[in-house]
């Protein structure tokens, strides 16, 4: 039975993990990450929500995206909930897995959320206006698009806490000890040195700009909410297309910078480096050049150096320099990839180079959270290259 929403964490009860249990200790480290997963639930399925589609609407995405990506647990869930729920038959039809005939508004809600479950690359800007094509005002497709991303999210957050339950007993071992480092790493000659642009396979570690697809906040016309959540999220976030889009709904774009903030910058367990390059794997996987763009460059900035980031370019399977690395990006490929095949199998690999359980969780959260990013950096705008400097 899925409890209700209001009464308890919904990760944990889908796990479920309960208290007192190894994992969800393991969990509860990262307390600010909790808190605003579940503030994010909270928001992006609120009844009360202002500009949003329907709550029918909204849950049938979310199951669309569950039973999509493999995830029987969420699929429950989020089925559980449109059963109390007064469903046109239209609704009816898709929550059993039916064409919503006679919904054309329906209809391309769940066939974006079908593209950015399985291919958020295609998300592109002509799938994205078939939403206001179909009747969607502005706010309600930037809740929608949060949604399908919050979802992805959600999922990987479960799929990865579940590989840690299926683990067991190895749970309570101590690590295996790093292995014996292999030969130092020598700068190869072609590469860029450290500091120059990496430019591979229309990726690179550039600055890039990001252009929105859909009107921006209007400043003048702002509600104080929308002000105080732009002045709170970013130095610059006045100026920019993504945070201006995205404050069309300033609730949920709040909850979800405490997520990511939380997850990329809390204390101890993964360093920051190995974050970053996580990141870098998602949305190399995702086909997101600008997220890729902007977590190649910090985690050279931490680490002063590149070739990782070379090789994740050209091609991410294989990629990093000691097994350590290696084994951190296999990870952010098989969740990233199938959350749904994804157990303790997929552990075994950073468990044997030395990562302890909240490094292990830190890294599932990192994989996480940009499945969530990638989707809204591909699918509400596009990466905007700098100018090509004139010729002497």
Not at 41 to 56: M, Q, R, T
Not at 235 to 257: F, G, M, N
Request: aromatic share 6%; charged share 15%.
């Amino acid at each position: 039975m899925t409890p209700s929403p209001a009464a308890t964490d919904v990760v944990d009860a889908l796990v479920p993990l309960p208290d007192g249990s190894p994992v969800h200790a393991v969990r509860h480290q990262r307390a600010k990450v909790v808190a605003a997963t579940q503030g994010s639930y909270d928001s992006i399925f609120d009844p009360a929500l202002s500009g949003a589609p329907s709550l029918a609407e909204r849950l049938l995405a979310a199951h669309h995206i569950a039973r999509l990506a493999g995830s029987t647990v969420l699929a429950a869930h989020y089925r559980e909930r449109l059963q109390a729920l007064p469903l046109t038959p239209a609704q009816q039809a898709a929550l059993g897995g039916q064409p919503a005939a006679g919904d054309a508004r329906l209809q391309a809600i769940l066939a974006f959320a079908r593209t950015l479950t399985e291919r958020p690359v295609e998300g592109d800007q002509a799938a994205l206006h078939k939403l206001p094509a179909a009747g969607l005002a502005t706010p309600e497709v930037v809740a929608l698009a949060q949604l399908i991303a919050f979802v992805a999210y959600q999922l990987r957050v479960v799929a990865g806490l579940q590989a840690l339950v299926e683990l067991g007993d190895d749970l309570h071992s101590t690590p295996a000890a790093a292995p014996a480092e292999e030969a130092p790493f020598v700068h190869p000659a072609h590469l860029p040195q450290p500091g120059e642009p990496v430019r591979v396979n229309g990726y690179t570690s550039e600055t890039l700009d990001w252009s929105a697809w859909l009107p921006v906040l209007d400043l003048d016309q702002a509600t104080p909410a929308q002000l105080a959540v732009l002045a709170s999220s970013h130095p610059k976030a006045k100026d920019s297309d993504y945070y201006r889009v995205l404050a069309h709904q300033p609730r949920i774009l709040e909850e979800r910078s405490i997520v990511f903030n939380a997850i990329m910058y809390a204390p101890g367990g993964l360093s920051r480096a190995e974050r970053e390059l996580a990141s870098a794997v998602v949305s190399r996987v995702n086909g997101c050049v600008y997220c890729a763009s902007v977590h190649a460059q910090r985690f050279e900035q931490l680490t002063k150096r590149n070739e990782v980031i070379c090789q994740l370019f050209a091609e991410p399977q294989g990629a990093g320099t000691n097994a350590r690395e290696r084994a951190i990006v296999q990870l952010s490929i098989d969740l990233t990839a199938n959350p749904a095949g994804f157990g303790a199998a997929q552990l075994q690999a950073v468990r044997a180079a030395g990562l302890t359980n909240l490094e292990v969780l830190d890294l599932v959260h990192a994989v996480a959270i940009f499945a969530w990013a990638n989707r809204l950096m591909l699918n509400l705008g596009e990466a905007v290259f700098p100018a090509p400097a004139p010729a002497h």
